[in-house]
């Protein structure tokens, strides 16, 4: 019988697919396509259409997507409501859906902030544990998935993440110990953990070493295409375990996919769909 915690279902996704690829979800009403905007009365019809179209265009290509939860926050309630039809949809095409809320709290907190992402169909979450492991824990216990932010990838990240303890370790080194801790009450028949890491690929410099402080972390890895992140900077935070597929990571993109330039006589979504389909090779490359 197919396993039902998250981790194994992700990775079952990304061994089916061929390749981890994550597709970001990040509806901005003014970059949708001028077709899309001048058909509809209002904003969130336009974002929960374009978002049903990325994910039509681009499921086979896809080991999961990932909704900016600010994009649909923004709209308001009819927003919120969008994003979880959209959630449905992905779903409904096979494919994990890790929301991308960036969740802080602690205790009773933390533990209603994981039932509302149950009840809105995400799989996974991502989670700042700047408060700790029990910022973590509800999610976890909960049955999500999760990855916790470690090594981010925008530039100010470093005053922060790079920061030396007193201990000789940076601050990202030092999350990532307690990442692996947390995790290790949740690892699954597939030797990787439900609670995952976002290590961005902008990063990847410190790659290795946090690879070797979480060998059994999924990482979520933020920075490929319009940040300036390749396949080839991939290499460091691969796991050493062949076996595992996509060697243990899932690789995001948004806007070099789901605002991929039309070229002749193609449609919105066609490009979306050659978009993913290029991404899905490079990315298989390495692995």
């Known amino acids: 019988m197919p396993s039902t915690r998250f981790v194994d279902r992700l990775l079952d996704r990304v061994a089916s697919v061929g390749s981890p690829v994550c597709i970001g979800l990040d509806p901005v009403a003014a ?30 290509f896809a080991a999961s997507f990932k909704p900016q939860s600010a994009c649909f926050e923004r709209l308001g309630a009819p927003g919120i409501a969008a994003m979880e039809r959209v959630i449905a949809r992905a779903r ?8 991308d809320a960036k969740r802080g709290d602690i205790g009773i907190s933390a533990t209603h902030y994981a039932e509302a992402v149950r009840a809105i169909g995400a799989d996974a979450v991502t989670v700042n544990a700047y408060l700790g492991p029990s910022t973590v824990l509800p ?27 007193a201990s000789g370790e940076t601050v990202a080194e030092r999350m990532a110990g307690i990442v692996r801790t947390i995790g290790s009450g949740f690892v699954s028949q597939s030797g990787m953990s439900a609670a995952g890491a976002v290590v961005g690929l902008t990063k990847s410099a410190d790659g290795a070493r946090l690879r070797e402080l979480m060998p059994e972390q999924i990482f979520l890895v933020p920075g490929y295409g319009a ?6 900077d991939l290499k460091p935070l691969l796991t050493g375990d062949t076996k595992v597929p996509g060697r243990g990571v899932f690789v995001n993109a948004s806007r070099s996919v789901i605002y991929a330039e039309p070229s002749a006589n193609e449609s919105w979504q066609d490009a979306v769909a050659r978009a993913a389909k290029a991404m899905h090779a490079d990315l298989a490359s390495v692995m």
């Open 227 to 232: 940040q300036g992140g390749g396949a080839a």
């Open 92 to 99: 409904q095409a096979g494919v994990p859906v890790v929301l």
């Open 31 to 60: 970059k949708l396509p001028e077709a899309l905007r001048s058909r509809f009365g209002t904003d969130v019809e336009a974002v929960e259409t374009f978002c049903t179209g990325v994910i039509e265009a681009s499921a086979e």
């Open 139 to 165: 999610y976890l216990e909960a049955g999500l998935g999760v990855f916790v932010l470690v090594r981010t990838s925008n530039p100010d990240s470093d005053e922060l993440q790079s920061a030396k303890l």
